[in-house]
């Protein structure tokens, strides 16, 4: 079954240092995602990404955030400058033009 | 602003008995909801999606959507211990694929 993939799965950052998770997404899927669930909160979304720019964004997508497909693979989110408040579980999702989103693992990232 | 409420448990059910998972949303014109479960330290995982009033069944889950009351539930039948679990509802928040999530209601089902 395809499936999306994340890494790293867990990362350990200080505060103020820049940090790129990455996602595979499946094949053929054409519209991306980031979320993220802070440790027992909401599952909040970020941005969505489709034929290479952002198609909607949240208030926490503020300029610190950034996406991009650099290779046509993988699809990245960029923290320019973590905050404490940052460490929260980040998931990828895909999907076609339909309305399952599919889910990778998650990447956890922990900002000291 | 859209918000999804759900109690967020933990709701304990008996093997073998309905669990029924409750969901009520503050956007009237909201027309797609979805059920996600969600195991501990994993990915939400999409059980079932419900666009239209009434009932829609799969397997040993049921959604119930009534729109007028803005509430949605999901109801499984014979309940397992692997059912245990984050139970979370979910509308769009704007675009396809921008989902407002509630809390999640966390389900415990004991053998």
């Known amino acids: 079954e395809p499936e999306v993939t994340q890494t790293p ?3 350990v950052t200080q505060m103020g240092q820049e940090v790129i998770l990455r996602c595979v997404p499946i ?3 054409l519209y991306f995602y980031w979320y993220r669930q802070i440790l027992g909160q909401k599952v909040e979304f970020l941005v969505s990404f489709y ?3 952002i198609s909607e964004k949240s208030e926490i997508f503020d300029d610190q955030f950034s996406v991009e497909r650099p290779d046509g693979s993988n699809f990245t989110l960029k923290i320019r400058s973590t905050k404490l408040e940052d460490s929260a579980m980040y998931f990828c999702a895909t999907n076609t033009n339909t309305g399952e989103l599919f889910f990778g693992e998650g990447s956890r ?3 000291l | ?28 014109g909201s027309q797609s909801f979805f059920w996600y479960r969600q195991y501990s330290g994993k990915s939400p995982e999409l059980i079932m999606s419900i666009y239209s009033n009434g009932d829609k069944e799969d397997g040993r ?3 119930q959507l ?5 509430y949605v539930s999901l109801l499984i039948r014979d309940s397992q211990p692997s059912d245990s679990a984050t139970y979370l509802c979910a509308l769009y928040g ?11 209601t966390k389900l415990s089902v004991k053998p």
Request: proline share 3%; charged share 15%; hydrophobic share 25%.
């Open chain 1, 27 to 29: 094949s053929n899927h």
């Open chain 2, 66 to 70: 009534n729109k007028a009351s803005q």
């Open chain 1, 109 to 111: 990232l922990t900002v």
């Open chain 2, 1 to 28: 602003q859209k918000e999804v409420e759900q109690n967020s448990g933990p709701l304990s059910v008996p093997e073998g008995a309905i669990a029924s998972l409750n969901c009520t949303y503050s956007d009237r």
């Open chain 1, 9 to 11: 799965s867990h990362q």
């Open chain 2, 61 to 63: 889950f049921t959604a």
């Open chain 1, 51 to 53: 034929n290479n720019e």
């Open chain 2, 94 to 104: 704007g675009s396809q694929g921008n989902l407002i999530f509630g809390k999640g």
